[in-house]
């Protein structure tokens, strides 16, 4: 790029409160033009992208946090604050700053225009969603609320084609500023504030702002909704039908996905000659990361029930329902959304703690995500039901979907109960106020569903491909070598350091009913939790690329277990910490060791306990 | 000196925590609580709760509410909606307009 070209690109930064419609203008302007990244140094999400304007001039937009104001309750709103001040390191200040509001609620948004105006930065405001306020009857006057702020006003609808048209023209008509270095600034006394506010309400009755009744239907949602009673029953349908549906309309891309994987295995060792390196691309490589793969259309599916329950208002709303339960164990109603995605995977979950202000309580919504039952247990769960628990009727209910429920149910049980634990002792707070809004109620757009999607899919698969499969070859190397003497008579894997391992291990695991087979299953199981299956399969001999492997392994174990074996691997992998994935994005979420390593210890603690309690009741039983 | 004023005032004083769902009641004033709100911040309670709109003379309504004791309650405010805590609401002093249906 010309040292001219790079001149003609203007620095954008937008700015609003929360729900606003920010990000759905920032999707209309860049499309899929953005890069998705962390501030240095903190976990909150940094989202540039960049669009050209009809003169040819280059925009570079930044889409900040959500901030109510710059003086910020959350590190997500000194993000805003400092990017916007310039005072971010090695992230030069915004040009021109868009302020993005709400025009079916500008008494909550003006002030903050009204704060940024003070600074005295460039600006542009844009009235979004001025479709939704002229359809629900809003008196709205874009010009005479120009006149009156003294700054360049225009109307947008971020979720229409060509709805951010006027304020890109705005854009076109803004000058490139002179450079600018670090702004001053003072946080607002609380008489200040008061008197901001006045102003704001000052302009809106001179520009003839009127806010229609709400909606009837609306009022009459939200009387359900957030009743205590009838709002818990909408929940647990809504949430039993999102599940549902994950596990019925995930099922054909995963088994896709699944064929697609073995396919290459076989193609490759059809292709290449016998060897460690087709045996590194087709069990390691291939195999390892195909088996965490196969969850991306489940998480895909959760993913897109969350966003469009995000996206309707709904979720904010789940949240102050289930705010007195999980206060109850010290944790905020804002958990509830991380909690939820871990029930596909506990590497999402993680990453969406981000949104908890309070850094203890994120910290102890970290550590109990893993105990929410993730999707790779399932096959766990699901061969060893299969084999040893009886397919029958108990009352209503089938006596497999009792004890299935039951592990969910102990996963969720557990979880409150050392939130309860971290939350009166290492993770103790301070207490800090819920002040949650909840939105006003919006059809989900598609295309924001999409972009949305998009960016988890990508995020999810960059994991894949760098930890896990990192660890995937590691784990590969430890599984193959040494490799079996001439003439053993045990599988390979049992004289490689992963049986090594195992054989280790099992003197510590056979106090809890573990022989050594399993022992040795739970050293691959550590890249993720379901290869264990396999790794099952492979000490038994049996080929893991055979499709009919768990049939045939179920019978296998079935008779070689005893049922208490079975009960105490069931409750181990309630707890199973053996998933270096979550472990590895709790390092980076946290930025130190103390976090994962405590996870671990405390869930392999848990572990060892809850097996070792069932397997000594289940043999006093007689199982 | 403690005497009980002569007349009872028309729209006494009393703290948004002490609503329950269906009151109506116009913001008096916050407490100057200094609570702090964050980690890294220094706002305030008080502060937020200016920002967020709870200035004197804001109409708010109670639309919602967890049993028992209103913890948290959901606010009408304008055309805001906010879930607070009795500990938040307790800050807010109110002087309610209307009571639905019940005496407290």
């Not at chain 1, 304007?53 to 570079?60: D, E, F, L, T, V």
């Not at chain 1, 704060?115 to 405001?125: F, I, K, M, S, T």
């Not at chain 1, 039952?373 to 009886?390: D, E, K, N």
Request: hydrophobic fraction near 50%; charged fraction near 15%; include cysteine.
């Amino acid at each position: 790029m010309s040292a001219e070209a790079a001149a003609a690109e203007l620095r954008l930064a937008l700015v609003g409160v929360p729900n606003c419609g920010k990000t759905a203008l920032f999707n209309r302007l860049t499309g899929s033009h953005q890069k998705v990244a962390n501030y240095a140094g903190v976990t909150v999400e940094r989202k540039e992208g960049r669009f050209t304007g009809a003169s040819g001039r280059r925009y570079r937009i930044l889409d900040l946090p959500g901030a109510y104001s710059l003086t910020p309750t959350s590190l997500d709103e000194a993000i805003t604050r400092d990017a916007v001040l310039g005072r971010l390191a090695g992230e030069p200040p915004p040009e021109v700053v868009v302020c993005v509001l709400d025009a079916t609620n500008l008494r909550l948004n003006l002030r903050l225009v009204l704060e940024l105006r003070a600074l005295g930065l460039p600006l542009v405001v844009a009235l979004n969603m001025s479709d939704v306020a002229r359809a629900r009857g809003y008196s709205l006057d874009a010009g005479a609320l120009q006149a009156e702020l003294g700054l360049p006003v225009v109307e947008t609808v971020a979720v229409a084609a060509g709805g951010a048209h006027a304020l890109v023209e705005e854009l076109e008509r803004q000058q490139q500023p002179a450079a600018r270095g670090a702004l001053t600034y003072r946080d607002p006394t609380t008489a200040e504030v008061v008197e901001t506010q006045r102003e704001a309400r000052r302009i809106l009755g001179v520009i003839g702002y009127r806010e229609p009744a709400r909606q009837r239907a609306l009022v009459w949602l939200d009387a359900v909704v957030l009743h205590p009673v009838a709002g818990l029953a909408v929940l647990a349908a809504l949430l039993f039908a999102v599940f549902q549906a994950v596990f019925s309309w995930a099922a054909l891309p995963m088994e896709l996905i699944d064929a697609g994987v073995s396919r290459t295995g076989e193609w490759l060792l059809a292709v290449l000659p016998e060897g460690p390196l087709r045996s590194l691309l087709v069990d390691g490589v291939i195999a390892g990361a195909g088996s965490v793969l196969v969850f991306l259309p489940q998480i895909l599916f959760l993913f897109l029930f969350i966003l469009a329950l995000e996206e309707s208002g709904y979720l904010p709303r789940a949240a102050y329902l289930l705010d007195r339960v999980m206060g109850g164990v010290g944790l905020s109603g804002r958990a509830f959304i991380p909690l939820l995605s871990s029930f596909a995977c506990a590497v999402p979950g993680i990453m969406a703690t981000r949104t908890i202000p309070n850094i203890r309580d994120r910290m102890a919504t970290i550590l109990i995500a893993p105990l929410m039952t993730c999707s790779a247990r399932l096959p766990v769960y699901a061969l060893l039901i299969s084999a040893f628990i009886p397919m029958r009727a108990v009352g209503p209910f089938n006596l497999q979907g009792l004890v299935l429920f039951t592990l969910y149910f102990a996963g969720v049980i557990s979880a409150l109960a050392v939130a309860a634990v971290l939350k009166r002792t290492a993770l103790k707070a301070s207490y800090h106020p819920l002040l949650l809004e909840l939105p006003e109620y919006h059809w989900p757009n598609l295309r924001n569903l999409a972009i949305g999607l998009w960016e988890r899919a990508r995020i999810f698969l960059r994991r894949v491909g760098t930890i896990i499969l990192a660890l995937m070859v590691v784990l590969w190397f430890l599984s193959s070598y040494p490799a079996a003497p001439a003439g053993a008579d045990m599988p390979a894997i049992y004289y490689s350091f992963a049986g090594l391992i195992g054989r280790g291990l099992e003197v510590v695991l056979a106090p809890i009913g573990f022989n050594w087979q399993i022992s040795i299953a739970l050293v691959p199981g550590l890249a993720a939790r379901e290869v264990a299956v396999g790794a099952l399969g492979t000490v038994y001999s049996l080929s893991a690329a055979d499709d009919t492997a768990v049939s045939t392994l179920g019978p296998l174990i079935a008779d070689s277990w005893s049922l208490a074996t079975a009960l105490a691997l069931l409750a181990w992998y309630v707890f199973a910490p053996q998933c270096l994935a979550t472990l590895a994005v709790v390092k980076r979420e946290t930025a130190s060791w103390r976090y994962p390593l405590a996870m671990a210890a405390y869930l392999f603690g848990l572990a060892y306990a809850a097996a070792f309690v069932t397997y000594r009741v289940a043999l006093a039983l007689g199982g | 000196m403690t005497r009980q004023p002569k007349t009872l005032q028309m729209l006494p004083e009393v703290a948004l925590s002490t609503l329950r769902k269906g009151d109506q009641a116009i913001v008096a004033g916050i407490r100057d609580n200094l609570e702090s709100l964050g980690d890294e911040v220094h706002s305030t309670l008080a502060q937020r709760l200016l920002e967020l709109g709870f200035i004197p003379g804001e109409p708010i309504e109670v639309v919602g509410s967890i049993w028992p004791g209103a913890d948290p309650m959901a606010v009408r405010l304008g055309r805001s909606l906010f879930a607070l805590r009795q500990r938040e609401a307790a800050a807010v002093l109110v002087t309610r307009s209307r009571a639905n249906g019940h005496e407290r």
